[in-house]
Each structure stands twice: as C-alpha cells, then as structure tokens.
C-alpha cells in the first residue's frame, strides 16, 4: 500500500534553514507529484507547493517563494523541502501529500513533521 | 487567492444527528472545461487531513455513505447523515480550481 513516512521532529535556531524528507513506497514515486502542507497548531491548512518526480518541474504559492524549496530523489523515491532564513512564524506541522488524479485530491498524507524555530 | 468561508465553525451533535457545514467561496470554482474542483477532508485530533469528498460530490475510498457532498458555483454544503463517534475532528473544504490550493477555515465537529 502506499506510504508517506516524514522524517522526525525539528528544533531549529532563528535564521537556520531546515531540510525536511519524505519517503515514500507502495507505488511508482518517479512518475507522480508531491504536494507539501503548512499547518501551524490549532489554524488551517495552506498549499506550499507541488513537484513532478519525473523531471523536478515546480509550482509553489507565491507566499512561499523563497522560502521553500522542494526537491527529490528518485533513487530513493523521496521528497525534500528545505526551509530557509525560518523565523518563528515557519513554527508549523509541515505535511507532504501525494495527488492522485488531481491535484487537490489528497487521498495518501505522510504524518506530519514539527518544526519549532526558537533560540 | 480564493476565500472559502465555513459556517459554522464549531458545530456540537448527539451520536445519530445529522448536520451540515457550509463552505462559500469568493469566486466560482467551476472552471472553463465544467469542472468543479472541490473538496472536503476531516482532521482528526493529531491526524493528517483524510479525504472525504472530491469534485463536489464523490465519496473517497472506504469512506461511509452517510457523508454527502453537495452544491455548485460558490455554495457548497457537506452533510453527515447521522454522525458516529469517529466523526469528531475538524472538516475543511478545500479548493484546487484557481491556484493557490486553498483551505476553508475548518469546522470543529464535537460530540455531545
């Protein structure tokens, strides 16, 4: 079946960047696309962007230009975002999804990451 | 960005009630080609989001049939026909027609 495991939680220092993974299996990962998700406790969900495994091509929200930056490894049939320059506003559940058909249909979540940002 | 506004935002029901939750848009989310890209997801206390309905009206996988998508252009209304226990969560509608994807603010769904 298919899996979306995320690395483990992240306490980071102001200003640090922090490089969160996603591995997946149970299906053919370098001919799908990965979505990641930002919920800070307690509010709603808000879209960071989506890659193509096939080719690394991107889409992000334009609140997250410059600073997320997805990326992927095939051989490992893995998801990455780096986070950059995080404040603590970047304090978040960090979720990857994979869609499946469409882009907004999310039926297979990784289980989220913590990412806390304090000094 | 498209707005997607969800009433109400805390909704309290007895085991066997059934309820709805509305999810209003800014904009249509019908696009050029006829299609409505709209969605809902439950949360449930630390959980990822599951998804229930997409394109309006059509049930995920395994998920029961007393959840019911509805609605078109702007107005749009998830109902549960006799809510159970495992219901309890948070719903968001979601909508992926115009980009950014974008969230409603979610419902909290408590058990009486």
């Known amino acids: 079946q298919v899996k979306l495991q995320q690395s483990g939680a992240e306490l980071v220092k102001p200003g640090a960047s922090v490089k969160l993974s996603c591995k997946t299996s149970?299906?053919?990962?370098?001919?799908?696309?990965m979505s990641w998700f930002k919920q800070i406790p307690g509010q709603s969900i808000e879209w960071i962007g989506m890659?193509?495994?096939?080719?690394?091509?991107?889409g992000y929200n334009q609140k997250f230009k410059g600073k997320a930056t997805l990326t992927v490894d095939t051989s490992s049939s893995t998801a990455y975002m780096d986070l950059s320059s995080l404040t603590t506003e970047d304090s978040a559940v960090y979720f990857c999804?994979?869609?499946?058909?469409?882009?907004?249909?999310?039926?297979?979540w990784g289980q989220g990451v913590m990412v806390t940002v304090s000094s | 960005d498209v707005v997607l506004t969800q009433t109400p935002s805390t909704l309290s029901a007895t085991i066997g009630q059934s309820v709805s939750i509305s999810c209003r848009s800014s904009?249509?989310?019908?696009?050029?080609?006829?299609?409505?890209?709209l969605y809902w997801y439950l949360q449930r206390p630390g959980q990822s989001p599951q998804l229930l309905i997409y394109?309006?009206?059509n049930l995920g996988s395994g998920v029961p049939n007393r959840f019911s998508g509805s609605g078109s252009g702007t107005d749009f209304t998830l109902k549960i026909s006799g809510v159970e226990a495992e219901d309890l969560g948070v719903y968001y509608c979601?909508?992926?027609?115009?980009?950014?994807?974008?969230f409603g603010s979610g419902t909290k769904l408590e058990i009486k």
């Open positions: 890659i193509y495994a096939g080719d690394g091509g991107t």
């Open positions: 979601m909508q992926a027609t115009h980009a950014p994807l974008t």
């Open positions: 904009q249509s989310l019908l696009d050029s080609a006829g299609n409505t890209y």
């Open positions: 394109l309006v009206s």
């Open positions: 149970g299906y053919t990962f370098s001919t799908s696309y």
């Open positions: 999804a994979r869609p499946y058909v469409y882009y907004g249909l999310l039926p297979y």
